[in-house]
């Protein structure tokens, strides 16, 4: 999430201005023009392999020279007509054609750069060898690609064994399996373009990055709150082991067995197992803490908090909320896993939140 200094959160939550500008890049993401757009729609799915996608409307006319293979669109929230806030950066998909307002305009689905990855596969058995650093391996793939926005930090984790992947298996797939050997987050594109990924850090160990409250200062609208709880099948007993034949086996468990929790061992009397099975980790601590990691991911289920509010452009992936709704009786810290926006001044803005259960 983007940090932003206390003027700019006040003017959010009070009487402003908004605007949007697209701006059209070329391959190598520098500013070539602009488009008009009548609006869209945009978002991230934290859950999802493409993280960030759109639907943008642009007038045909402007349209004539865009290299629609290799041209890229920015859309910018304006604040104030002095605060500007990037939304990504977008690959633009052959559009459709519909009359507006007596103008013709190209109805664009848009998704951001890690399609790349996701597009590009190996067309031969590609090898890790035993002792690459994890990172260095992870940015080579990424670069083969043909990108060279990186901002993974380094870890002091080397593979254990050569690693191979397969004909045809994207180089998406291979990154992400990589990261989570080092329990990274998965891939994804920030609001500049980005490839970004980094230490997985635990929900009740995250700092809270914004808050909402249905206050005085609330820009929650009235009637859109959801609060969702599912308990029945969440496990309270988690085993992961290793089975790469060529190294020791290594296993790891987990047990709720926190008589606080409702879905703990104690409280529900049996166990519920999620049981899994990884090709290889770095180490039995990343391993350990990768357990600790699906464990608390398996129980977020628990508790979602669905609500919309007016556009809050600096929210990025797996923000860390603290949310407080009186009616609901909710005061909760969260993880913001989707949001999307309706790119029109006095558009919406839809969040999906996970609470974060302590275990």
Not at 176 to 202: H, R
Not at 279 to 296: C, K, N, T
Request: glycine share 4%.
């Amino acid at each position: 999430m983007i940090k932003l200094e206390k003027n700019i959160i006040d003017m959010l939550h009070s009487s402003r201005e908004v605007s949007f500008r697209y701006d059209l890049l070329n391959y190598n993401e520098t500013k070539i023009g602009e488009l008009t757009s009548l609006g869209g729609r945009l978002g991230l799915n934290s859950l999802a392999q493409i993280k960030r996608k759109g639907s943008f409307q642009f007038k045909e006319n402007e349209l004539q020279d865009v290299d629609w293979l290799n041209d890229k669109v920015q859309p910018v929230f304006i604040l104030n007509k002095q605060y500007e806030f990037p939304l990504g950066v977008f690959m633009i998909s052959s559009p459709t054609r519909s009359l507006r307002k007596k103008s013709i305009y190209r109805e664009v689905e848009c998704f951001d750069t890690s399609l790349v990855l996701l597009e590009d596969k190996f067309d031969t058995r590609y090898r890790v060898l035993k002792g690459t650093n994890y990172v260095t391996a992870i940015t080579q793939i990424i670069s083969s690609a043909g990108i060279w926005k990186i901002n993974i930090p380094h870890i002091n984790a080397t593979l254990r064994t050569d690693r191979e992947f397969e004909i045809g298996t994207s180089k998406l797939e291979a990154v992400n399996y990589l990261l989570q050997e080092i329990n990274y987050t998965s891939i994804w594109v920030d609001e500049l373009g980005n490839f970004t990924a980094n230490p997985y850090i635990l929900p009740n160990d995250r700092i809270v990055e914004y808050t909402y409250k249905n206050d005085d200062m609330s820009i929650i609208i009235p009637d859109t709150s959801v609060e969702e709880i599912d308990l029945f099948s969440v496990p309270n007993k988690w085993v992961v082991v290793t089975t790469n034949p060529e190294v020791e086996p290594m296993v790891s468990r987990f047990i709720n067995d926190n008589p606080a929790s409702p879905t703990s061992t104690v409280s529900r009397r049996r166990n519920i197992v999620d049981f899994r099975e990884v090709d290889d980790i770095a180490s039995q601590s990343i391993l350990d803490e990768y357990v600790r990691r699906i464990a608390y991911e398996a129980s977020n289920v628990y508790g979602k908090f669905i609500f919309d509010t007016a556009i809050m452009p600096h929210h990025s992936y797996m923000d860390c909320l603290y949310c407080e709704h009186s009616d609901l009786g909710i005061k909760n810290k969260y993880i913001e896993t989707s949001w999307e926006i309706d790119l029109k001044a006095n558009g919406r803005m839809k969040h999906n939140a996970r609470r974060v259960i302590q275990l």
